[in-house]
């Protein structure tokens, strides 16, 4: 069984700083994805960034970049240049290959809840 | 671009009684999942569907059902509404297996309260 483990209920960052959101997971399947989701105040489930358990390189997206540790089995999310706007819910979530009929879905994290600061 | 499309956006229910919430995913989307998120809780995996057939299913209540349809879009019925079931909904999609290039897309939620 899968398994996320989000360690800070809480963050809190000043505007224009970098920001470190940690993410631990525990599978035994070779082939898995990770993933970050945003969630704002209004509830939506945002996309941020993809990072496949084969892949050589850490995974970055605009001011998003993913530190991905496989032999410590963590893909710390890093948000560079904070704006307010960034204040939000912080979900780490996985997929598995999806042995039988699953069809990989999303494990989630108990989430970060970001406060950025002016 | 088309997103997933959740109906209604908020439904409020007295106990016992039944509530309907309705998908549409992204067109050419072949796989459905729906989620449960408490207050102040991560989302929780209830049922997936991939091609019109239920190829996973979490910690869905057996009060509940879900379906796809022949048009793909989805429902979830439920049933004996407990204050327990007052939660976010969501659903989401994807064509075939979640990844990068292939990304899960949620929809803006279905608010069920129950009084």
């Known amino acids: 069984a899968q398994k996320i483990t989000q360690t800070q209920p809480g963050m809190f960052v000043q505007e224009k700083e970098a920001v470190t959101l940690d993410c631990t997971y525990d599978t035994s399947d070779p082939s898995y994805g990770l993933f970050w989701y945003k969630q704002p105040s209004s509830g939506e489930m945002i996309f941020l960034i993809y990072q496949g358990s084969y892949d050589q390189q850490n995974a970055t997206e605009g001011r998003y970049s993913l530190n991905f540790q496989k032999a410590r089995k963590s893909a710390n999310l890093v948000i560079s240049a904070s704006q307010l706007g960034d204040s939000a819910m912080y979900f780490c979530?996985?997929?598995?290959?999806?042995?039988?009929?699953?069809?990989?879905?999303?494990?989630f994290g108990q989430g970060t809840i970001l406060t950025v600061h002016p | 671009a088309a997103g997933v499309i959740q109906s209604p956006r908020h439904l409020i229910k007295e106990k016992r009684e039944t509530a309907t919430l309705k998908c549409y995913p992204i067109?050419?989307?072949?796989?459905v999942y729906w989620y449960q998120q408490g207050p102040g809780q991560d989302p929780q995996f209830l049922i997936s569907?991939?091609?019109?057939?239920?190829?996973d299913k979490g910690s869905i209540p057996d009060r509940f059902s879900a379906q796809q349809f022949s048009d793909y879009h989805s429902e979830l019925n439920m049933s004996s509404l407990e204050l327990g079931d007052s939660a976010l909904y969501f659903c989401a999609s994807s064509l075939g297996r979640p990844s990068g290039a292939n990304v899960l897309t949620f929809g803006a939620g279905s608010r069920l309260t129950v009084l």
């Open positions: 569907f991939y091609e019109k057939m239920q190829s």
């Open positions: 979530a996985m997929t598995d290959s999806g042995g039988g009929t699953s069809y990989g879905k999303l494990t």
């Open positions: 067109p050419r989307h072949d796989t």
